[in-house]
């Protein structure tokens, strides 16, 4: 986890509990900042300080963070990083702000990026356990979690499609756009189509390989066509999407809506009449 | 007499050995322009399909040797050493250039600046080649006669 970091910005790390490390954000020179436990604070050699203490990354240092998490293979992640992201090899996501060059109308690279945001992935398992009670206790039914970013979608779609895969045994195609989701245990029964869109992943997912339920991460409008296709042809969709309430779902597709409330905190579950199961 | 013949033979034997390893370099040289022109072939296919991680790549096309050698060290993101091949300076420079270029770029900035230098590569495995078989011929035969020519003069 985070072997990519320069061994300046790796060694500030020891003092702080990388079970709690939600997110780094590293500025070429400015100060080094963490998420730690839901809170932002500056990190500095000794661990978190205030902002005149804390280590200011060079913009070699990013640069170098940047190369040594695509593995020092640009091209292996062009794609990603005309989305403005790319995965580290331990499901970090690390999002870059820099100068975007287009070609032919459309993204050819981030040139001089000169802000990382890295987001570390947790598995915390039976997190989902509540949600898992309230809406798919009687079968799988298509489900959708809502919360601003950072909040723990991702992790706990991870735990929800453990859990359906630990007490149904149902096939589950996991449709990991990122790459993030598949960063953990998802079960005996879950297939991985890894950064694939969702579009062709769940049609080229749903005819080869017959899935029951197809979990995916970050719904954006364009994805619902998808999403309707698939709940249509009766296989349940859990997803989750940036919105913070039920209403502002562009599509009612879902049986049932749980929105976050803060860091990993379940908020509302609402569901769609008829209630599923 | 027999210990003539043996001693001759001796003195012989060693002046090929001789040759056979002033001729070492440039069967270095050859070995090495062959695997790294296979090597660019290589990386430009994977370019074309698969375009698996720089590490992921070398990891595959593991084997014996210095060259085998010279990819773990690439794999491990160090300079490269290149004093067991026996290349001239500009041949170095430029090695060092190819090497520090793997994965830096996308998929087509990577083609154009390695299928730039599948022609050269070529000509330098050819030249390397060619030097090879000559020098090693030579280099067998002046061991050769320089061990006749001890004979006679010793025996």
Not at chain 1, 12 to 17: K, M, W
Not at chain 1, 40 to 45: P, V
Not at chain 1, 215 to 223: A, C, G, H, I
Not at chain 2, 93 to 117: H, I, N, V
């Amino acid at each position: 986890m985070l072997d990519f970091l320069p061994a300046r910005l790796y060694g500030a790390l020891r003092n702080v509990n990388l079970n709690l490390l939600y997110e780094m954000r590293i500025r070429a020179d400015k100060p080094l900042s963490v998420n730690v436990g839901g809170k932002f604070s500056f990190l500095g050699e000794r661990g978190m300080c205030e902002k005149a203490a804390a280590l200011c990354p060079t913009s070699a240092e990013v640069e170098q963070t940047l190369l040594a998490a695509c593995g020092f293979s640009l091209y292996s992640v062009e794609n990603q990083i005309r989305q403005g992201f790319v995965t580290a090899s331990s499901g970090e996501r690390i999002g870059l702000a820099g100068t975007v060059v287009y070609e032919g109308g459309a993204v050819h690279t981030i040139r001089d990026v000169t802000s990382l945001c890295v987001r570390i992935p947790h598995e915390i398992k039976g997190c989902a356990e509540e949600i898992y009670r309230n809406c798919l206790a009687d079968g799988a039914c298509s489900l959708i979690v809502l919360s601003p970013p950072g909040e723990g979608k991702t992790t706990i779609l991870r735990d929800l499609c453990r859990l359906l895969s630990l007490r149904t045994n149902l096939n589950i195609l996991v449709c990991d756009e990122r790459g993030e989701l598949a960063a953990g245990d998802l079960g005996g029964t879950a297939d991985v189509i890894r950064f694939s869109e969702k579009e062709n992943a769940f049609t080229a997912g749903i005819r080869a390989m017959r899935p029951d339920v197809i979990v995916t991460d970050e719904l954006l409008p364009k994805d619902y066509a998808a999403v309707r296709r698939a709940t249509e042809s009766g296989i349940a969709v859990i997803a989750s999407a940036h919105l913070k309430r039920s209403e502002d779902v562009p599509e009612k597709l879902f049986d049932c809506y749980v929105s976050l409330d803060g860091l990993g905190r379940i908020g509302t579950i609402s569901r769609r009449a008829p209630i599923c199961g | 007499m027999w210990l003539k013949f043996i001693l001759s033979g001796l003195i012989i034997a060693f002046c090929v050995a001789l040759g056979y390893f002033a001729a070492e370099k440039y069967r270095a040289r050859k070995k090495f322009f062959a695997e790294l022109s296979a090597l660019n072939e290589a990386y430009l296919s994977e370019l074309s399909y698969a375009k698996k991680p720089i590490d992921v790549f070398l990891e595959e096309r593991k084997g014996k040797g210095d060259f085998a050698k010279l990819l773990q060290t690439l794999q491990r993101h160090e300079a490269p050493s290149l004093k067991n091949f026996h290349l001239t300076k500009e041949e170095e420079a430029d090695c060092r250039e190819y090497f520090s270029m793997l994965g830096r770029g996308d998929s087509a900035s990577q083609r154009a600046f390695f299928s730039s230098k599948t022609s050269l590569l070529a000509e330098k495995k050819q030249a390397a080649e060619k030097e090879s078989r000559s020098r090693s011929a030579l280099y067998l035969k002046l061991g050769l006669l320089a061990g006749l020519a001890f004979v006679i003069l010793i025996v």
